[in-house]
């Protein structure tokens, strides 16, 4: 059985090691980290531990998708891996989840990024009405840029990602210029949280969503250069630097910055500037991270084109979702995947930028978990079919794709009420449409019509 993406004309493979490097550190290092200071802020030294639980879970993540996308370079992605294992209905599943978590994850940057706009333009918090509007127009600027092609898309991303790197070494420098100077500034502000697994959970679901992304590569493997080698290499490469980074400057305005102080906070590093450097770094921090923003809000928009119009292609969205323009872009994805973006980003806007960005941020999580999960067990029962290579090195990939299955479920653990019933509405959405469009398949022979598979 094949399970490749189906023969179509498409824009030659124009996405490089680099741009696939640049897609996954971009995607990864969106606006979680940046924004995820505050949210994290009252779960206190415990965040430190959910990080930790984190990024061991997202090691064996990446391992999983290495593995996978290196058996199999020319399937699109986690849906024909998950097909390979478990038959379509649960491909189509955790791609229902994905594509939803990918369109809330445009709200969500959009949000993020007009929280730090509001250094340069405190005018976005005079009017309630001013935050989501701004968002929206974010939102449809990089459906525009992704109408250019993918190529087009790719560039934008290699000098955004480039550009992102550089506040985030910023805080490093910061850090380390604190620590050798003043370095009792470290211990004035300690949060004063006992030891608790229970926050340790919620801590590890909201900096999974700074995680988000490993999988970035997969996606577009059909508009990939030699993906046998460079999908594989991206994801790991990606997913290690990205590691460093964060594990580096997580710690930093948690002990620099009062605890109170930080979580009200909706731009906390270029808060964490103007308190140690004067209000003009502040400024100057918060437009590199307006460029990350931005960065990551194009590299998503890039994937969700690409999951809608696979979904399209195989006959799960109407197949005029698939056409492409021009510039091999599939324009009217991007445009249907906008407006629910829009439509998500405003029903869920409240008057705290803060508070909007956690909400939206643990649905993100929510609906990536089954998505990880699944491909997770994906590689064990792969493994057990001989599917993939046998010898001592599968052995380590069944233990890599058990672990990535029970770290998922840890996970989910601090998902939450109200994000986890909103996250099961969604899904039995999903459900419901699968459930519908095979009915009319079993009807339409009957009734003497011809439906596309």
């Given amino acids: 059985m094949s399970v490749a993406a189906p023969a179509a004309a498409r824009e030659p493979r124009s996405l490089g090691l680099g741009m696939c490097v640049a897609l996954v550190v971009g995607n990864i290092i969106a606006m979680g980290i940046f924004a995820l200071p505050a949210s994290l802020a009252p779960y206190g030294l415990n965040a430190l531990t959910g990080w930790l639980v984190t990024l061991v879970g997202c090691t064996f993540v990446t391992i999983t998708f290495a593995v996978l996308s290196r058996a199999f370079p020319d399937d699109d992605g986690p849906y024909a891996y998950t097909q390979r294992a478990f038959g379509d209905g649960t491909a189509f599943f955790i791609m229902w989840c994905y594509w939803v978590s990918t369109w809330v994850t445009n709200a969500t940057v959009a949000i993020a990024v007009v929280g730090y706009l509001t250094v340069f333009l405190p005018v976005l918090n005079t009017n309630p009405l001013l935050p989501p509007i701004a968002a929206l127009s974010l939102v449809w600027l990089f459906v525009a840029v992704n109408a250019r092609g993918a190529r087009t898309a790719g560039w934008v991303q290699v000098l955004t990602t480039i550009l992102k790197l550089l506040p985030l070494f910023g805080v490093i420098c910061l850090g380390l210029w604190i620590l050798v100077t003043h370095p009792s500034e470290y211990v004035r502000s300690v949060p004063p949280n006992k030891a608790s697994w229970s926050e340790v959970s919620g801590a590890s679901t909201l900096a999974l969503y700074a995680m988000l992304g490993i999988e970035c590569a997969t996606i577009p493997a059909c508009r990939v250069r030699d993906p046998q080698r460079t999908i594989p ?22 002990l620099l910055i009062p605890q109170k102080e930080l979580a009200a906070s909706s731009a906390p590093f270029a808060d964490l500037f103007a308190r140690l450097l004067g209000p003009s770094s502040g400024q100057i921090l918060a437009l590199f991270i307006v460029i990350s923003g931005l960065g990551a809000l194009n590299g998503w928009t890039l994937l969700l084109g690409e999951i809608t119009q696979g979904l399209s292609r195989r006959g799960r969205f109407p197949s005029v979702l698939a056409r492409e323009n021009a510039h091999g872009a599939p324009m009217l994805a991007f445009i249907v995947t906008g407006i629910v973006a829009s439509a998500m980003l405003l029903t869920n806007y409240d008057e705290s930028i803060s508070g909007s960005f956690r909400f939206m941020s643990v649905v993100v999580t929510a609906t990536n978990i089954p998505m990880y999960f699944v491909c997770g067990l994906a590689v064990l029962v792969l493994v057990w079919r001989g599917r993939l290579p046998a010898g001592r090195r599968a052995l380590w990939w069944a233990i890599a794709g058990l672990c990535t299955a029970l770290y998922c479920v840890w996970a989910s653990i601090g998902i939450g009420l109200r994000p986890l019933l909103y996250t099961l509405g969604l899904s039995a959405v999903g ?8 009915y009319l398949r079993r009807r339409a022979p009957a009734a003497g019509v011809t439906v596309d598979p």
Avoid: R, W
């Fill in 233 to 254: 290499a991206a994801t790991v490469i990606g997913a290690a630097l990205t590691a460093v980074i964060y594990v580096s400057v997580s710690v930093i305005p948690m």
């Fill in 431 to 438: 459900i419901a449409i699968y459930g519908s469009a095979g």
